[in-house]
């Protein structure tokens, strides 16, 4: 388990259903370059071997009950891939148009709070031959800087497929804590820091 920090619990907590603190991009690519084509089974299995590159991708957010601490990170056991990589095709004639409104569509939806914290969308049917992928990834899970590294795992600069070496040791899952273990890791973070303890004291009372 790992707790989130102070800004990343506070992206949390401002999220309403009108406001939406993911980040986003839309992405255009040219499949003429790659050797075998484009299909979309080949970069979902291209995401799947990159996840080593992207921790935050397994992991969901699990809040401390009563709100007495900042929520935590843990390693999801229910995570699906196939949730979060998925398939769209744009109407034709497939331009700059249509896959902005789909963007559009896409970015306006929120996150699903209870799994990892971002979608992928590969989107085919664009003009000339392109693909493009819309991602969005919610700023709890990463900042302006972390999100070019995150990007930069996803994506090459040659048509050459990066390799990417096995996970050592290889990820595992988190059990998920039960509702009085998580109260009880809260109590134990703020003990350490008596100040913190008195002021959320004040604040459930």
Request: net charge negative; no cysteine; charged share 25%.
């Amino acid at each position: 388990m790992q707790r989130l920090s102070g800004l990343d619990a506070a992206f949390l907590s401002l999220e309403t259903n009108s406001m939406h603190n993911h980040v986003a991009g839309a992405f255009i690519f040219d499949s003429s370059t790659l050797k075998e084509g484009y299909s979309f089974e080949k970069f979902r299995s291209l995401i799947e071997a990159r996840l080593p590159l992207l921790p935050p991708y397994r992991r969901r957010v699990l809040p401390i009950p009563f709100g007495i601490h900042h929520p935590i990170w843990i390693e999801d056991p229910e995570f699906d891939l196939d949730y979060h990589v998925r398939r769209a095709s744009l109407p034709a004639p497939g331009g700059v148009k249509e896959l902005n409104e789909f963007a559009a569509e896409v970015i306006g939806r929120p996150l699903d709070l209870r799994r990892p914290l971002w979608e992928l969308y590969m989107v085919e049917g664009l003009e000339a031959g392109m693909f493009a992928m819309v991602i969005k990834t919610h700023h709890a899970a990463i900042d302006g800087v972390s999100g070019a590294e995150l990007m930069a795992s996803f994506l090459d600069i040659s048509p050459e497929i990066r390799e990417v070496p096995p996970e050592n040791p290889p990820w595992k899952a988190d059990r998920i804590p039960s509702d009085f273990e998580l109260f009880a890791y809260g109590l134990n973070s703020l003990a350490r820091h008596p100040k913190n303890l008195l002021m959320t004291a004040k604040q459930t009372i």
